[in-house]
């Protein structure tokens, strides 16, 4: 007898041990995904997720009295989620809510649901789940998914109720929603201030810290504050990826074409031609062949153009362009001429480019004809394509063939 409860006690031992070191593994190996994922490296983040399956499953299928199940179930469903497995976290989220309606961690659980309908896409749902959660995480899931659906004033005016919250103001993830709540509405001012608190943030990856800074520079460009832009761009490190310098280069060249500093930009471009290996490299040639041509240097623009056209289909269409401006320059046939800014505007889509052509012909043609024609020729384009009134009313009055005004005037002033 004394055998046999020395027996049971001993299994009652075993069996206590396996259960407490099932449980230590799930939550140290559960701990050790959140960090990998709260750092940002999901990589070995997923590694360990994908772990807690079998794990989390021993605890709910051969303890199913155990008072850390609910603690397993939650593990179970939140790293469904992080995974992107999202059927099969809904799935342990409900069974959560049904059976454990009262445990300690439905707080929790009621957030990481709203977190994972805003990672599913699921946004009027998120929307609708997290408003009813009294928290300021969730306030802040809600601020991101209405920043995901572009209603950005709403996105803001939910960052400002959160403002007031200290630790808030310290959380990385929304200063950095925020940041990109300002950049769309255009509150730079406000965006710039954001963007450099974040980049001093040592747990900032370059990846975050450098695609703020572009985005609060491309933000510049659109308000043409060139010097802005510039200043911002110049802040971006690109360390040991020459791919990244390459391509801040290629920004940094556009800003000062943009800015109409064309030296500058020719500096930039003629270092990316000779150095830059990838795309890149033939970007810079298309864009020193586009400084050539608007300086009318076509053989430059051409010889450049030839070479963005090995590695860019865009080239192709800017190289039959210049041999067709290079054919016109010494073009003394007005009739041709003429074809020639037909196929600027039909078959290139080049208004500015008929339109100069037709010049040539109105200023150096002497058929009458053919320079009325060109007359009623310029004022379709600039009314029709360029919506420049006062440039089609110059054309018009210098029109003599009384059918042409007709069309003319219809044109001009929609009779």
Same mark, same amino acid.
């Given at each position: 007898?004394?055998?046999?409860?020395?027996?049971?006690?001993?299994?009652?031992?075993?069996?206590?041990?396996?259960?407490?070191?099932?449980?230590? /593994? *799930?939550?140290?190996?559960?701990? !050790? =995904?959140?960090? @990998?994922? %709260?750092?940002?490296? $999901?990589?070995? &983040?997923? #590694?360990?997720?994908?772990?807690?399956?079998?794990?989390?499953?021993?605890?709910?299928?051969?303890?199913?009295?155990?008072?850390?199940?609910?603690?397993?179930?939650?593990?179970?469903?939140?790293?469904?989620?992080?995974?992107?497995?999202?059927?099969?976290?809904?799935?342990?989220?409900?069974?959560?809510?049904?059976?454990?309606?009262?445990?300690?961690?439905?707080?929790?659980?009621?957030?990481?649901?709203?977190?994972?309908?805003?990672?599913?896409?699921?946004?009027?749902?998120?929307?609708?789940?997290?408003?009813?959660?009294?928290?300021?995480?969730?306030?802040?899931?809600?601020?991101?998914?209405?920043?995901?659906?572009?209603?950005?004033?709403?996105?803001?005016?939910?960052?400002?109720?959160?403002?007031?919250?200290?630790?808030?103001?310290? /959380? *990385?993830?929304?200063?950095?929603? !925020? =940041?990109?709540? @300002?950049? %769309?509405?255009?509150? $730079?001012?406000? &965006?710039? #201030?954001?963007?450099?608190?974040?980049?001093?943030?040592?747990?900032?990856?370059?990846?975050?810290?450098?695609?703020?800074?572009?985005?609060?520079?491309?933000?510049?460009?659109?308000?043409?504050?060139?010097?802005?832009?510039?200043?911002?761009?110049?802040?971006?490190?690109?360390?040991?990826?020459?791919?990244?310098?390459?391509?801040?280069?290629?920004?940094?060249?556009?800003?000062?074409?943009?800015?109409?500093?064309?030296?500058?930009?020719?500096?930039?471009?003629?270092?990316?031609?000779?150095?830059?290996?990838?795309?890149?490299?033939?970007?810079?040639?298309?864009?020193?062949?586009?400084?050539?041509?608007?300086?009318?240097?076509?053989?430059?623009?051409?010889?450049?153009?030839?070479?963005?056209?090995?590695?860019?289909?865009?080239?192709?269409?800017?190289?039959?362009?210049?041999?067709?401006?290079?054919?016109?320059?010494?073009?003394?046939?007005?009739?041709?001429?003429?074809?020639?800014?037909?196929?600027?505007?039909?078959?290139?889509?080049?208004?500015?480019?008929?339109?100069?052509?037709?010049?040539?012909?109105?200023?150096?043609?002497?058929?009458?004809?053919?320079?009325?024609?060109?007359?009623?020729?310029?004022?379709?384009?600039?009314?029709?394509?360029?919506?420049?009134?006062?440039?089609?009313?110059?054309?018009?009055?210098?029109?003599?063939?009384?059918?042409?005004?007709?069309?003319?005037?219809?044109?001009?002033?929609?009779?």
């Amino acid at each position: 007898m004394l055998f046999l409860i020395n027996f049971s006690l001993s299994q009652l031992w075993i069996d206590a041990r396996a259960y407490f070191n099932n449980y230590y /593994n *799930l939550k140290r190996t559960f701990n !050790l =995904a959140e960090k @990998y994922y %709260n750092e940002g490296n $999901l990589p070995k &983040a997923r #590694e360990n997720y994908m772990k807690i399956e079998e794990k989390a499953s021993k605890i709910i299928i051969l303890h199913d009295k155990s008072r850390f199940l609910d603690d397993a179930l939650y593990m179970l469903a939140v790293s469904y989620s992080r995974i992107g497995e999202y059927s099969k976290a809904e799935q342990k989220f409900k069974e959560f809510f049904t059976f454990f309606p009262n445990s300690k961690l439905i707080k929790k659980v009621k957030l990481e649901y709203g977190i994972m309908l805003y990672n599913a896409n699921r946004l009027d749902e998120a929307i609708l789940h997290l408003s009813q959660i009294k928290d300021k995480e969730a306030k802040i899931y809600l601020m991101k998914t209405y920043f995901k659906m572009g209603n950005y004033q709403k996105a803001k005016e939910i960052a400002s109720s959160l403002l007031k919250y200290k630790e808030i103001q310290n /959380n *990385l993830d929304f200063k950095i929603t !925020l =940041a990109n709540i @300002y950049l %769309n509405t255009r509150d $730079l001012e406000n &965006a710039q #201030e954001l963007i450099s608190q974040i980049v001093k943030f040592q747990n900032v990856n370059d990846t975050t810290k450098n695609n703020l800074l572009l985005m609060l520079s491309d933000a510049y460009v659109q308000e043409k504050n060139y010097e802005k832009a510039l200043d911002i761009i110049s802040k971006i490190e690109y360390k040991d990826s020459t791919s990244s310098e390459f391509f801040i280069k290629l920004k940094t060249a556009k800003i000062y074409l943009l800015k109409a500093d064309t030296n500058s930009a020719i500096n930039i471009l003629e270092y990316l031609s000779n150095f830059a290996f990838d795309s890149t490299k033939y970007w810079s040639y298309y864009y020193l062949g586009i400084i050539y041509e608007n300086k009318e240097d076509f053989d430059k623009a051409l010889d450049f153009y030839e070479k963005a056209n090995e590695g860019l289909k865009i080239a192709k269409d800017k190289k039959e362009v210049i041999l067709k401006l290079k054919s016109m320059k010494d073009e003394k046939d007005f009739n041709k001429l003429y074809n020639l800014a037909e196929t600027f505007l039909i078959d290139l889509n080049k208004p500015d480019l008929a339109l100069e052509t037709l010049n040539k012909i109105i200023n150096e043609g002497d058929d009458y004809k053919i320079v009325q024609k060109s007359l009623l020729f310029a004022i379709y384009i600039s009314s029709r394509y360029l919506n420049d009134k006062e440039k089609a009313n110059f054309y018009y009055e210098k029109l003599k063939e009384s059918w042409m005004i007709d069309i003319a005037k219809s044109w001009i002033y929609g009779e």
